[in-house]
């Protein structure tokens, strides 16, 4: 087994978006969190931050914002 971690950074911006409002319906619909970082190829901690945005501002938390 590789030691090495998936990175979402590589995705366009719009394809981060997807994957963190992918994951957050996931743990809407009842699935945990190391579930959810293990399926979406992310990990736990990112996840609890997707989730945190998710409970504090909604689907608006998670969208794209411009960088720079």
Not at 15 to 41: I, K, N, P, W
């Amino acid at each position: 087994m590789s030691n090495l971690v998936w990175d979402a950074r590589h995705l366009s911006l719009s394809a981060q978006e997807t994957l963190r409002l992918r994951a957050v319906a996931a743990l809407v619909a009842g699935r945990d969190r190391e579930d959810v970082a293990a399926v979406f190829g992310g990990v736990v901690e990112a996840v609890h931050k997707w989730w945190a945005k998710w409970q504090a501002g909604g689907r608006e938390a998670l969208v794209i914002r411009p960088r720079g």
